[in-house]
């Protein structure tokens, strides 16, 4: 005779689908039986007569990665930065659950607000502001009031014209004309006789002054003025006495030691001197004036009486 006891030990079976891999696992279970024989329990043996595991795997669902469905709506703006709305969606197949694993958790599709740009606006050009008064030139008297011609600019860039956007209208550069050493010259400019002043700059001006009004006057190309002769004279050194092929003048013509000397025929011209012979071609006195021998300078007819 047998006496069989038998005991099924299912300890426990846990699944766990919470981790990334899903898995079951089962404790063993066991079958004890004893067997013994009638005479003595000393002959039992013990076997186990099963013993199993349960183990199985499964896989927990994944969401694939979104891609865009449908249409999206039309861009907010025509031009410039607009906005428009588009649709994303997503699939449980990533993997798909299998065995028992856990289905994805959340919604399967989104919307995005998009940035769109479908072309830049376009940009009216505007003026810059105009720069400072600037002066094309002097003052045209140093006293008894001039004029002073003036002008100023402004460019389109603020901001420039751009796509398609409208150019600046009006005029870019400005003049005016303004009056200028407006103060009385007095005692600077006697009535009825001619003074000259240099000019604090340009040494190719000069100001002539007559009836209270000291106006500049510019000397002839190549020469420069000269406030001790009164007169414009040839600006570089003059070369050693050249050749002359016209007539010779006089003997006495640069004699007395004469920077310059009259025209023996002409009012209005006068030569320069250098050791006692004249250099290069005669030279003209400005507007209607004369040469005077006595003042070696340019001078009004009436105090000239020689000429
Ligand atoms: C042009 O620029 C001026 C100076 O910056 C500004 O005052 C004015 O509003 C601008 N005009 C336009 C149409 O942008
Ligand atoms: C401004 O004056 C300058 C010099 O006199 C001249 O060349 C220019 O044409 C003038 N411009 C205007 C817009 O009057
Ligand atoms: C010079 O002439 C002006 C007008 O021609 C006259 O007003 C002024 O008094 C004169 N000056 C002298 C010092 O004679
Ligand atoms: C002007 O002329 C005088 C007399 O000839 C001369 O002594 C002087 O150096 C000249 N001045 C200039 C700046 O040329």
Redesign the pocket.
Known sequence: MRLVIGALVVIACLYDVSADVCSYSCLKSRRYSTSCGWFGWSRCTRYSSYRGTCTRTCRNGGWSSYTETGSRTPCSATCGTGTQIRTLSRSCTNPSPYNGGRVCSGSSSKVEVMECNPQPCPI?G??S?FTEWEEYDDCTVICGTGTMDQWRSRTCT?PSPAFGGSDCTGVSLENRTIECNTELCGEKCPNDTVTYFDHPENNRRYYQCDNNVARRHDCAPGTVWNNTQHTCIHEAIPMPAAPVHSTPPPDDFCSNGRILAAHPTDCSKYYMCSNGRRVGNAMSCPGGLVFSQSRSSCDFPYNVPEC
């Open positions: 009216n505007n003026w502001d603020n």
